[in-house]
Each structure stands twice: as C-alpha cells, then as structure tokens.
C-alpha cells in the first residue's frame, strides 16, 4: 500500500515533467522560429521574396557573396565597416559618460543632485526621435552633417544622451557600501582611483550590460541614421542597407540577401555577448566580509 | 601607476576622432578662362551612378558640361530615390540637391516645403515641346510647372504568351477561363482601378480637392461585389508579399500586374514568352468595363533654393532630353516619355515601352497629387484584406463600401 503510494507520486511527478518539458520546448520552438527562419533563407537558393516551402529547395552561400561582391548599388561591407566604426566608438563613450554620471549620483552629495535626477527622469519620459529634426538641424550649423564628418555626428547623436539614463547602474552601485569607499580614501585613494579600482571592479556585472546596451543602441538605429545621412551613400548604416534591400525595386533580387545581413549583422552582437557573460556572475560577491 | 595609460588611452581615442573628422574639406578651383565657377549638387537614384549599370548621371552630366563652355562645373553626387527623396528634401530644402528626381504624387509634399523651382518661360516652352500634355499635367500644380518629367509611372500586366493569346490578355474573364492570374488585390495602388472603371472618381480625377472622394454611391458596391466573387474564382490569386512572382517562377501563375522594375526578372523568367499589356477590361453584370491604373510620372525637379538657378534649370531640362532619356533606356531600361523618342525603332518595338504608354494614354487615371490624397490609402487597403479574408460578403457589401468611402473622405482626426 505504501510502496504504492510512493510509487505513484514518482509517477505523477514524472507526468509533470514530462508535460512541463513538452511545453517548454513548444514554446522554445516558436521562440526560435523566425531565428532559424531568417538563417535558412539566408542561405535559400531559390530567388525571391514568396517561399511556399519551409526549408528551402537548395542551399547556396551565394546570398553571402553577393552581399560583399555586388557592391555598385548596395555597398555592404561599407555599411558593416561604417556601422562598427560609429557602434565602437559610441559604446566607448556612452559607457564612460553613464557610468561616471552613475558614480557621482551615488557616491557624491551635492546641490544640484536630486533637482539633475527629477530632470533625468522627465527628459527620460520622452522618445529620443522626437528631437531629431532639431538635432539635424542643430549638427548642420555646426557643420557635421557633410562627407566623413557624419560619422562624428552620429557618434554624438548616440552617445550625447548618455549621462541621462544612469538610474540602473547608480542602483547598482548604491548596492555597494560606502564603507569599502571610505576604507579606499583611507588609504589614499582619490575619488577618480576609488571608481576606477574599487566600484568598477566590483560592478562588472552592470559595466557589462551598460557596454552591451552601448553598442546595441548604435549597432541597429535606423531613425538617426537616416535623417542624418540623407543623400550621402557613402556613410550609410546596416540599417539603412538593409531596409533598402526591401524597397520594390530590390526586394526580388536582394531579399535573401537581406536575410543574409541580418544574420550577419547579429555575429558582432553574439560576440560581444559571448566574451562578455562570464563577468555577469561575479559582482561584490566576497567583498565585504560581515 | 596604471591610471596614466589608460587616460592617454581616452587622450588618444578623442585624437582619433578628431583626426577622423577633419580629413575632408572641399578647395574651390580657380577659373582661368573666363568660366564661371560653379558647383551643382544632384541626387539621383543609385543605379543610376553606378559602375554596373554604365554610371548614366555622370556622363550626362559631363556631357552638359562639355555643352557649356561658359561654365566650369563641379559635380557632386547624392542618392535618393524618386520615391523618398521628397521626404529627405522637404526637411531641409537650403542644404538639399539643386537638382534631384521625385515621384509626381510627392509634390505637394515639396511644393509646400518650398523647394520645388516654378520652371516658366522659355525653359517651359522647351519642356512642352517633347513631352505629352498628360505628363506636363502631372507635374503642374494651380499653372505652374514644377519639373521636367522623364518617365511614366504605372502599373500594367505581364503574361505568359504560351498561355494567353494577345485576344485573350483584352478581358479578365478570357484570362480566368485559361490561366492563373495574380493580381495586388490588398495593395491599396492596384484594387482601386476595378472602382475607378465603374466610374468611381477621386477629387473629381482632376485634382479638385473640395469634390472629395466618391467611392460610396451604387457603383462602387456593384464593383465591391464583383471582387467578392473574384476573389472566389479558383483561378485567382491574391498576390501578396512577391507570391505572383514566385508562382510566375515555378510556373503555377501565368500573369501578374506589376510596373517596368519588375521587367528584368519577368524577362529572365518568361524569356521571349513575356508579354506586356495594358490592364485589361472586366465584366461586370454582363457590361464590359475597363480597369483605369493609377498613374504617374517621375519627373527631375529643380530647387527653389539652387545657387546656380539657370544652370541647374537647364540640366534639369538636359538630364530629361531625348539623348539623355535614350541613354536612360539602353543603359537601365528607364520607359522613356519623350515624343521624339517614340518613333525610334528599337524604342518602338519594346512591348514593355508599348504597354506603360498604352496605359498611361488609354486605361489610366492620373494619380491625383493632392495632400488629400493620403487618406486614400489605408480603408482601400482595409477593404481589399476584408474581402480576401471573407468578412466582407455579400450581405453586407454596401455597408462596408459606404464605410471605405467615409474612411477615404476623412482624415481621421475632423
């Protein structure tokens, strides 16, 4: 009798996970989908923007190829080259602004502190794009919307606003005790060596998102791009590429092409991720000891 | 200590960016003989700069310069195409193109942002002089001419010529008893030519804005009708997202309704069975009726704001003449429009040429280009989805047609 009993709780447990699993994996599978999605018509040999069939008829590499060959019209690997450029640079300094910015909100007391963050929070509520016209216009009179100097001016665009969105990481930072900074200037620190040595070694985890968000904003902004770009071809983005692979005069010829940048443009983002998620786990652990 | 590298670090990746940024800056180049200098900048389609397709804005462009000894210009090159390039000028017209290329339907995007030069006078006369009334039309607004036109821009039929004979491609209902045909039944530039032909009109198809769109009366719901049961008819399909093309490929469809960008691939893929023919005509309670395209031209536009006025007039009106149009066609297969070049012999004999100018002069409507217009779009679109996913029937055709017509003669916001 008991034995039965225990039998069948292993058996209702085993049920459950079974069902679980099922779900989960039905779930996993709509989730990866279009991912799996776009990486097989990226290698689709059938020409076209209408498949009928989910995989494809033959596989090719010849969507990658074009994509670096057929340069006339559509210059990808300008595009990608520009795009890293601006992405690289951007990231650098936004993460330097948003992070300091973080640190003196935290770390600091001053007059203007709180009066700085309820203006953070307001400017916060409205969307970045509403300002673009004005921001164009703003970066013509200074003369930064010509040739080269574009990619400056997108680098501006990207990380100028960066100082306003430090509420995660001044929460993470308040997280640590002040008590390790004290100890810090005890022994001589300055307030620049106690966030360089102290606090950012012992953020890694929000160092790390703050760089991945950094260069993601840049990485696929589309809206900027374009109202900044213009007519000037040559300092195109991914994302203005890649859009215009769709336009109805491209989309039959170009359209696994376009599924071919998309998997391309994610390889810079999954390196990134790859390199950098170990550092997710460590954070203060160990630092303060009772 | 490791604090200085890494601010020498931050020292350089600011040098970095400086030294980035001042690479570039433009020297003016000093006329000796007597040449005005001038600088033109003009924004053209990327196709038509490129290496592949035989770089047709550069060389028109020198050869206008060789034409004008009086000026020594200097080009610069920008790409937008006709269909956004309206956009990107009318936000900042004093630091766009002085000569750019744009869809007719988009000038009162420019004309209200100011950017379009009013082209009169001689410069007029001489456009007049090789193109057709209805183009010089589609350029004009309340008298005045806005642009040099160079193409047509509409839609019409390709077939597969062993399927349809050049009898059967004249009505849909021949075509539907013999063949497969793919039409853009949910693209709001394409359904309306089925009302259009029922005498449905839009701003009086004359650009009158006050008349408002008549989409709604006993017409239009006997065409609304009519499409349910096309849709119905097992030898059509809807063609959505590339499908006509895609069927045409594997050889399950035998016509599609598309435009002369489409040409190259239908070409590759029909090779000498490719046919072209304007849109053809429909049954509609027993009386034939013909289907009227939306129809438009692209046109090269001159900036108000142009510091060359009278130069960039007259490429305008060289980048539209017969020797740069037919350079246009052999180079890019660009329709062209212009009247000396009609008779040309290989111009001539193109079906797909003889197709858009059939469309355009006999079973077209001009697209009207008043702002209006833009509340067309979406409750045709509405309607074409409705019908195709059977909400819209029979029963209740005339409430939902009264609904589009309402929807098409408001803004949404009054």
């Keep these: 009798m008991k034995e039965k009993k225990l039998k069948s709780a292993k058996a209702a447990r085993t049920r459950n996970n079974i069902l679980i699993h099922i779900l989960l994996a039905v779930l996993a599978f709509?989730?990866?989908?279009?991912?799996?999605?776009?990486?097989?018509?990226?290698?689709?040999?059938?020409?076209?923007?209408?498949?009928?069939?989910?995989?494809?008829?033959?596989?090719?590499?010849?969507?990658?190829?074009?994509?670096?060959?057929?340069?006339?019209?559509?210059?990808?690997p300008k595009m990608f080259v520009n795009?890293?450029?601006?992405?690289?640079?951007?990231?650098?300094?936004?993460?330097?602004?948003?992070?300091?910015?973080?640190?003196?909100?935290?770390?600091?007391?001053?007059?203007?502190?709180?009066p700085y963050m309820n203006m953070a929070m307001i400017l916060g509520l409205f969307p970045g794009f509403m300002s673009m016209v004005a921001v164009y216009f703003i970066l013509k009179a200074v003369g930064l919307t010509e040739g080269n100097l574009i990619r400056f001016a997108l680098i501006l665009c990207y990380s100028g606003g960066a100082a306003l969105s430090f509420q995660i990481a001044k929460g993470f930072f308040d997280t640590t005790p002040y008590a390790i900074d004290e100890a810090a200037m005890?022994?001589?620190?300055?307030?620049?060596?106690?966030?360089?040595?102290?606090?950012?070694?012992?953020?890694?985890?929000?160092?790390?998102y703050t760089v991945l968000t950094a260069f993601i904003g840049p990485?696929?902004?589309?809206?900027?791009?374009?109202?900044?770009?213009?007519?000037?071809?040559?300092?195109?983005?991914?994302?203005?590429?890649?859009?215009?692979?769709?336009?109805?005069?491209?989309?039959?010829?170009?359209?696994?092409?376009?599924?071919?940048?998309?998997?391309?443009?994610?390889?810079?983002?999954?390196?990134?991720?790859?390199?950098?998620?170990?550092?997710?786990?460590?954070?203060?652990?160990?630092?303060?000891?009772? | 200590m490791s604090k200085r590298p890494k601010r020498l670090l931050a020292l350089l990746l600011i040098a970095l960016l400086?030294?980035?940024?001042?690479?570039?800056?433009?020297?003016?180049?000093?006329?000796?003989?007597?040449?005005?200098?001038?600088?033109?900048?003009?924004?053209?389609?990327?196709?038509?700069?490129?290496?592949?397709?035989?770089?047709?804005?550069?060389?028109?462009?020198?050869?206008?310069?060789?034409?004008?000894?009086?000026?020594?210009?200097?080009?610069?090159?920008?790409?937008?195409?006709?269909?956004?390039?309206?956009?990107?000028?009318?936000?900042?017209?004093?630091?766009?193109?002085?000569?750019?290329?744009?869809?007719?339907?988009?000038?009162?995007v420019l004309t209200d942002a100011k950017a379009l030069a009013k082209i009169g006078g001689k410069y007029a006369d001489q456009i007049k002089s090789f193109t057709s009334e209805?183009?010089?039309?589609?350029?004009?607004?309340?008298?005045?001419?806005?642009?040099?036109?160079?193409?047509?821009?509409?839609?019409?039929?390709?077939?597969?010529?062993?399927?349809?004979t050049e009898e059967d491609v004249k009505s849909l209902e021949a075509m539907l008893a013999k063949g497969k045909v793919a039409f853009p039944f949910t693209n709001s530039w394409y359904l309306p030519a089925f009302y259009v032909g029922n005498g449905c009109t839009l701003f009086g198809n004359?650009?009158?804005?006050?008349?408002?769109?008549?989409?709604?009366?006993?017409?239009?719901?006997?065409?609304?009708?009519?499409?349910?049961?096309?849709?119905?008819?097992?030898?059509?399909?809807?063609?959505?997202?590339?499908?006509?093309?895609?069927?045409?490929?594997?050889?399950?469809?035998?016509?599609?309704?598309?435009?002369s960008w489409d040409a190259p691939s239908i070409k590759e893929i029909l090779g000498d069975n490719m046919g072209a023919a304007a849109p053809p005509t429909y049954t509609l309670n027993g009386e034939t009726k013909q289907m009227l395209a939306y129809a438009g031209s692209k046109a090269i536009g001159v900036n108000a704001h142009s510091e060359n006025m009278v130069a960039a007039v007259e490429l305008a009106i060289y980048l539209g003449s017969a020797e740069a149009q037919k350079l246009h066609?052999?180079?890019?297969?660009?329709?062209?429009?212009?009247?000396?070049?009609?008779?040309?012999?290989?111009?001539?004999?193109?079906?797909?040429?003889?197709?858009?100018?059939?469309t355009f002069d006999r079973t077209s409507i001009l697209q009207p280009t008043v702002s209006a217009m833009g509340n067309c779009w979406t409750p045709v679109e509405n309607m074409g989805k409705a019908i195709r996913n059977g909400t819209t029937t029979h029963d209740n055709a005339a409430e939902q047609t009264r609904g589009m017509n309402e929807a098409m003669n408001s803004n949404g916001i009054s």
Excluded at chain 1, 186 to 208: A, E, Y
Excluded at chain 1, 280 to 289: E, L
């Design chain 2, 329 to 358: 066609y052999d180079l890019r297969s660009t329709i062209p429009s212009n009247t000396e070049l009609m008779t040309h012999e290989d111009i001539a004999a193109d079906p797909v040429v003889i197709a858009q100018n059939d």
């Design chain 2, 134 to 164: 209805a183009l010089v039309d589609s350029v004009s607004l309340d008298g005045y001419l806005y642009g040099v036109p160079y193409t047509t821009n509409t839609w019409y039929m390709f077939y597969d010529k062993s399927v349809f």
């Design chain 1, 186 to 208: 005890l022994d001589g620190c300055t307030r620049w060596q106690v966030f360089t040595k102290i606090t950012l070694p012992l953020s890694k985890p929000i160092v790390i």
């Design chain 1, 83 to 114: 795009t890293l450029i601006i992405a690289i640079f951007s990231c650098l300094l936004t993460t330097f602004f948003q992070l300091s910015a973080s640190f003196c909100l935290s770390r600091m007391r001053f007059k203007m502190r709180k």
């Design chain 1, 30 to 76: 709509i989730w990866v989908f279009p991912v799996l999605w776009v990486i097989m018509t990226s290698f689709r040999a059938e020409k076209g923007s209408y498949i009928s069939t989910f995989f494809p008829k033959a596989y090719t590499l010849d969507n990658y190829i074009k994509l670096f060959t057929d340069t006339t019209i559509l210059n990808f």
């Design chain 2, 206 to 259: 004359a650009n009158q804005e006050d008349l408002g769109v008549d989409f709604g009366g006993d017409n239009a719901v006997e065409v609304t009708d009519y499409l349910i049961d096309l849709v119905n008819n097992p030898n059509f399909v809807v063609d959505a997202d590339g499908a006509g093309m895609a069927g045409l490929r594997d050889g399950s469809i035998h016509a599609i309704f598309t435009g």
């Design chain 1, 219 to 290: 990485w696929v902004d589309f809206i900027f791009a374009k109202v900044i770009c213009r007519a000037n071809a040559d300092q195109y983005t991914v994302a203005i590429g890649l859009w215009r692979m769709l336009e109805k005069e491209y989309i039959d010829n170009w359209y696994t092409s376009f599924a071919a940048g998309a998997v391309l443009i994610s390889i810079p983002i999954a390196i990134l991720f790859l390199k950098l998620q170990k550092y997710y786990v460590n954070g203060t652990a160990g630092a303060v000891k009772g």
């Design chain 2, 18 to 108: 400086l030294l980035g940024v001042t690479g570039c800056g433009g020297g003016e180049s000093g006329g000796t003989d007597g040449a005005e200098d001038i600088r033109l900048l003009v924004w053209a389609p990327s196709e038509d700069q490129a290496q592949a397709s035989g770089e047709w804005l550069q060389t028109c462009c020198e050869n206008f310069a060789a034409q004008h000894p009086e000026w020594n210009i200097t080009f610069n090159y920008g790409v937008a195409d006709e269909a956004t390039s309206a956009s990107t000028v009318a936000y900042d017209p004093e630091d766009s193109a002085d000569v750019f290329m744009y869809a007719n339907d988009n000038i009162t």
